[in-house]
C-alpha cells in the first residue's frame, strides 16, 4: 500500500511540473495521461533509487564544495534521464532542456514532500479513529 501512495504522490508531483514551460505531458484523453504520469512516476522512483546514490557516491567532494547545491543539479540531471527513457518507452512525456528539468525537479521534490507530509497526518487519524 505504501508502494502505491508514494507512486500515487509522485505521480501528482510530475502532473504539477506540466505546468512549467518545457515540460509537457501528451495524451488524448485523461485516461492515457494518469496512465503516462503513473509510469513516469514509476521511472523517476526507479532512476532515484538506482542511480541517486551512484551520483551522490561519485560526487562526493562536489556536495561537499557546494554545500549541497550540487544535489540540485544531480536531481534535475535524474528528471530529464526520466523524460528521455519515456521518450524510449513511448509516452507522451518530454522535459526541453536543462533549465525546465532543474526547475521541474524542485517541483517534484516540493510537492511530493508535503503530500507525503499530508498522507502521513491523515493515515495515522485513520488508524486512531
Same mark, same amino acid.
Given at each position: 500500500? *505504501?508502494?502505491?501512495?508514494?507512486?500515487?504522490? =509522485? /505521480?501528482? /508531483? &510530475?502532473?504539477?511540473? =506540466?505546468?512549467?514551460?518545457?515540460? $509537457?505531458?501528451?495524451?488524448?484523453? $485523461?485516461?492515457t495521461?494518469?496512465? =503516462?504520469?503513473?509510469?513516469? *512516476? +514509476?521511472?523517476?522512483?526507479? &532512476?532515484n533509487?538506482?542511480?541517486?546514490p551512484v *551520483?551522490?557516491?561519485?560526487?562526493?567532494?562536489?556536495?561537499?564544495? =557546494?554545500?549541497? #547545491?550540487? !544535489? #540540485?543539479?544531480?536531481n534535475?540531471?535524474?528528471?530529464?534521464l526520466?523524460?528521455?527513457?519515456?521518450?524510449?518507452? /513511448?509516452?507522451?512525456?518530454?522535459?526541453?532542456?536543462?533549465?525546465?528539468?532543474f526547475? !521541474? /525537479?524542485?517541483i517534484? $521534490? +516540493?510537492?511530493?514532500?508535503?503530500?507525503?507530509?499530508? &498522507?502521513?497526518?491523515?493515515?495515522? *487519524?485513520?488508524?486512531? !479513529?
Amino acid at each position: 500500500m *505504501a508502494l502505491l501512495v508514494h507512486i500515487l504522490v =509522485t /505521480a501528482v /508531483a &510530475v502532473w504539477v511540473t =506540466t505546468a512549467l514551460p518545457g515540460v $509537457t505531458l501528451g495524451g488524448q484523453d $485523461t485516461g492515457t495521461r494518469i496512465v =503516462t504520469l503513473a509510469v513516469v *512516476a +514509476i521511472v523517476f522512483g526507479v &532512476v532515484n533509487a538506482v542511480l541517486k546514490p551512484v *551520483a551522490k557516491t561519485l560526487g562526493c567532494l562536489l556536495y561537499v564544495l =557546494t554545500l549541497g #547545491l550540487f !544535489g #540540485l543539479v544531480v536531481n534535475a540531471l535524474l528528471f530529464w534521464l526520466t523524460s528521455w527513457l519515456a521518450g524510449r518507452l /513511448a509516452l507522451p512525456f518530454h522535459v526541453d532542456g536543462f533549465w525546465p528539468a532543474f526547475w !521541474g /525537479a524542485i517541483i517534484v $521534490t +516540493i510537492v511530493s514532500s508535503v503530500l507525503h507530509a499530508v &498522507v502521513r497526518r491523515v493515515r495515522p *487519524a485513520r488508524e486512531g !479513529g
